[in-house]
């Protein structure tokens, strides 16, 4: 098999011209001012996959099990589980008293009316179809029961979306979208206060938060403390602009820096340069419903034509300290699901000669090709225009439509009007992940695709196995993958972030900046 057989830690972190200490005089209350790359298109976390949801809904919402830094899967919600010998029935029994932002003392029957929910509406609904009921023996306690053994505490942990349990009065038979502070409730260390769309979020510290004292905070879980009072989360689309907010101090925090600023942040007393490595596998969706992208030979064209390398040297401002030329869905820091299996004779060849060939195989007649954009994301519309460039001079039309990100998304819920979708892919946590993206009449994420290999081997990797047989099952569904180019990889993408130096205690990881835990020196 085709993979490193080592394991490194998923998120190299380089924090540069601070120290990070748990100094002693630690200011509690304050404001924090968060600028982000993109407004949300919900704070719904059942309804969307975008990170901008995930960002937010993660201050305000816990599940029953979630992971820490090391991608291991703890309790949050549950105390503790248990699983049947023929791994059909999971039991979980919740910690004790706690709190709805609304006051309610959570209970069993809350985590039912949200797993139904889930069911009901979930855009990854589907990686629940097996189970075959859900229960509540006593008020502390959840029991699901499948029809065969799958990965339950996989997807029951995926922030993606996050499986927040909310107050059954609330969502209990309420399948159409949640929104403001009445209905975006949770048991998270900060409250919904304010959503102004495409001006910021609001959150407030939830004084009665029960934090899981039982283990250090990590990943998602763990033990949380909420220093600052309030919490604005901003979106600041133009990279320019949350650079300069952060240099004025405007900003205590910034993702998604032009590259360029790496040195100034690193000479700067008052900001700290922060590298995330990795953070995006650079991806595009295709519209394979959609003439000329539903014939295979055309998308093997686009594949064919594209020079990886001199795209994410585009992207990366021809740094090469944040960028990786690969292949893998899963980074090479991920072992043991890193593999570069099926990308032979696909990825990064610009051959001109084979594209040529291929184009006229898929009868090729010159239609515009669109592309679907943003500049809300400096990285995606670099890298759109790359490609754009790269496939106009292989002969493809290539047109470029820009939008910013919500509208962007919004955008590729219609099936006609568009053939790639630029996009990144944040680490994967299971390969289950793929069932969202290659799964035959998942419009949203699958884009029209369908195969009947790719299905059986869908349902296998939802099903428990051991490692070594998930590992196999796991090469195949990649080397279909290109074979039948369900999406193009371009690379892997690693960003700048920058903090005030007077901020301590702040640790990236996976794609959500993180302000539990964090506090203002004084």
């Not at 937010?56 to 309790?75: G, H, K, Q, R």
């Not at 014939?295 to 992207?315: C, H, P, S, W, Y």
Request: aromatic share 12%; charged share 20%; with cysteine.
């Amino acid at each position: 098999m085709k993979r490193l057989g080592f394991v490194l830690g998923l998120v190299v972190l380089a924090l540069i011209g601070c120290v990070v200490f748990a100094g002693a005089t630690q200011q509690v209350d304050g404001i924090l001012k968060v600028a982000l790359t993109a407004s949300p298109p919900t704070l719904d976390p059942y309804l969307a996959a975008a990170t901008a949801t995930r960002q937010i809904a993660s201050y305000m919402f816990e599940s029953l099990v979630t992971y820490d830094e090391n991608y291991n899967i703890i309790p949050q919600i549950a105390d503790r589980w248990e699983i049947s010998d023929d791994r059909l029935t999971y039991t979980f029994h919740l910690r004790s008293d706690i709190k709805f932002h609304n006051g309610n003392t959570l209970t069993a029957a809350d985590v039912a009316a949200s797993f139904d929910r889930l069911l009901k509406v979930s855009v990854r609904k589907s990686a629940f179809a097996d189970v075959e009921s859900f229960s509540t023996p006593d008020p502390l306690t959840f029991q699901v029961v499948l029809k065969k053994p799958v990965l339950l505490l996989v997807q029951l942990a995926m922030p993606v979306p996050l499986f927040g349990i909310f107050p059954a009065d609330i969502v209990k038979d309420h399948l159409d979208e949640l929104r403001g502070p009445d209905e975006l409730v949770g048991t998270g260390p900060y409250r919904l206060a304010e959503w102004k769309p495409g001006q910021h979020v609001k959150l407030v510290r939830f004084d009665d938060y029960v934090s899981d004292t039982s283990r250090p905070g990590s990943g998602l879980g763990g033990g949380k403390i909420a220093y600052s009072s309030e919490i604005y989360l901003l979106p600041v689309t133009e990279q320019g602009s949350r650079l300069a907010g952060l240099l004025t101090g405007a900003y205590d925090f910034a993702e998604g820096l032009p590259i360029a600023a790496y040195d100034s942040l690193i000479s700067n007393p008052d900001t700290c340069a922060v590298v995330v490595k990795p953070k995006w596998g650079i991806t595009f969706d295709l519209n394979k419903a959609s003439p000329p992208m539903d014939n295979v030979k055309f998308r093997q064209a686009l594949l064919v034509a594209l020079d990886m390398g001199e795209i994410m040297a585009t992207v990366a401002s021809g740094n090469s300290d944040f960028y990786r030329v690969q292949p893998s869905v899963f980074f090479p820091e991920q072992a043991p699901w890193y593999t570069v299996a099926g990308s032979d004779g696909f990825y990064d060849q610009h051959n001109p000669e084979r594209t040529r060939e291929l184009l006229k195989e898929a009868d090729y007649q010159g239609e515009e090709i669109i592309i679907l954009s943003n500049r809300d994301y400096d990285w995606m519309y670099k890298c759109s225009l790359s490609v754009a460039a790269q496939l106009q001079r292989a002969g493809i039309n290539a047109v470029i439509e820009f939008m910013d990100w919500p509208s962007q998304i919004e955008r590729a819920g219609n099936e006609e009007g568009w053939h790639l979708f630029q996009t990144g892919w944040s680490p994967k946590f299971d390969p289950s992940q793929l069932n969202l993206n290659l799964r035959c009449g998942n419009w949203r994420n699958a884009y029209g695709y369908c195969n009947e290999e790719m299905e059986k081997l869908l349902d296998e990797i939802l099903e428990y196995q051991p490692l070594i047989e998930r590992q196999i099952t796991w090469e195949g569904i990649q080397e279909l993958m290109w074979k039948d180019v369900t999406h193009i990889h371009i690379g892997d993408y690693f960003t700048l972030e920058g903090i005030r130096s007077d901020i301590k205690g702040y640790k990236p990881w996976y794609v959500i900046p993180r302000f539990w835990n964090v506090w203002r020196e004084n």
